[in-house]
């Protein structure tokens, strides 16, 4: 039986108790019983009362339970989605809560510090999500997060206005459309790279077929004729031989310079006798560091790279361990560049550092002459002329 018909009933059962059983045996029951009829009338009041108490506790007990039943198979099915999803408030922008996968590629290590966090600082562009528009669902395409690693994912993006602990919250799901975008990039870098092995493939037969095979062709040809003559070569065939010998290596240094290009043999080598360096970034921004991570991986993938958004953090890591160079961020909400440098001084933390800013202000660049350890300032976003100097 459905809940709504049976507590229908119950409470239809409860009205009749309450006002037809009393009317139609009031005087029998009273009689059998000989009780004053003041006293029975309290009698029958505090029954009706006491069952109607019980039976609204029951149905609330039951409601309740009910309730939970439904909001943990809710959290269940939210927290195993198998795409990131929020809520967030629509104020502030804050994360009320987020599911695995959510903390898992864009959040922090735990759900619990993941909380509290701007939902659109995990954005490159946060001024395309605009929380305070959603009133109705709202589909955002082709964005960019950056998630935990400092990569960057291709996303779309869904809201939808709901309440969360009877409050007006917003509900916010990313689809990730990074693999399809990786692939497609793939694809079309394996493709100019065949594209590209096909010419030179092309060049190297014409070399073979043309000019390989006809120097070849000159001096096996004088070879056999003055094998046939039996007889010791004059200086005209001479020359006419090494001409030939010339050219044909001529055409093979061309061939083994085609082969060498693009990757060759040298350069290989020389890029696996380089040692890599250890880089720290300590910057309160997610996009530099997703900018200066791809920057440097291209141009040096084996670089080994350590970024903190918490400053204190990086301390603490600065501590343990041994880095080559740190880019520090002057501006920052939780500590300046100033006080960090302060802080490495007092903890013994001695190590070259480049000041990272987005302008050159003389006032820093004075302030920077009182730390030893600074030795320049980088202007964001990092250039490649830039990073060749301290790599």
Not at 78 to 87: A, C, N, Q
Not at 144 to 153: G, I
Request: hydrophobic letters at 45%; charged letters at 25%.
């Amino acid at each position: 039986m459905r809940p709504e018909i049976k507590c229908t009933l119950q409470y239809g059962i409860l009205a009749g108790a309450v006002f037809l059983l009393p009317s139609l045996f009031y005087t029998p029951i009273r009689s059998y019983l000989n009780l004053p009829e003041g006293l029975f009338v309290s009698m029958m009041a505090g029954f009706i009362t006491v069952f109607v108490v019980i039976h609204a506790y029951l149905t609330s007990k039951r409601y309740r339970l009910l309730e939970d039943r439904i909001s943990r198979q809710y959290r269940v099915i939210f927290e195993k989605l198998p795409d990131s999803v929020w809520i967030l408030s629509p104020e502030s922008g804050n994360i009320l809560l987020a599911n695995e996968m959510a903390t898992r590629y864009f959040g922090a290590l735990s759900e619990e510090e993941a909380v509290g966090s701007n939902f659109r600082l995990l954005f490159q562009d946060p001024i395309q999500v605009k929380l305070e528009r959603v009133i109705q669902p709202v589909t955002k395409r082709n964005l960019v997060m950056v998630d935990r690693f400092y990569e960057p994912r291709q996303v779309d993006l869904f809201m939808m206005p709901l309440e969360y602990e009877n409050r007006p919250s917003i509900l916010a799901l990313v689809v990730d459309h990074s693999n399809v975008h990786r692939s497609l990039e793939e694809n079309v870098q394996l493709n100019n790279s065949l594209v590209a092995q096909n010419e030179r493939l092309k060049n190297f037969s014409f070399l073979h077929s043309h000019h390989i095979r006809s120097h070849l062709a000159n001096i096996m040809g004088i070879v056999n004729l003055l094998g046939d003559h039996q007889q010791v070569p004059s200086g005209e065939e001479l020359q006419m031989l090494k001409k030939s010998a010339k050219k044909l290596d001529k055409e093979v240094k061309k061939v083994n310079s085609m082969l060498m290009e693009n990757g060759g043999v040298s350069r290989f080598s020389e890029r696996r006798d380089n040692p890599a360096k250890v880089i720290i970034f300590v910057d309160d921004d997610k996009v530099q560091h997703m900018i200066n991570k791809r920057v440097l991986m291209k141009i040096n993938p084996r670089l080994e790279l350590v970024f903190f958004e918490d400053p204190y953090e990086a301390l603490s890591w600065l501590e343990r361990n041994v880095a080559d160079i740190l880019l520090l961020d002057i501006n920052m909400p939780a500590m300046e560049g100033w006080d960090f440098l302060q802080l490495m001084a007092e903890r013994g933390i001695n190590m070259e550092v480049k000041m990272l800013t987005s302008s050159l202000d003389p006032r820093d660049i004075e302030k920077s002459q009182h730390f030893e350890m600074v030795s320049g300032f980088l202007v964001k976003p990092l250039r490649k002329e830039v990073i060749d100097e301290f790599l």
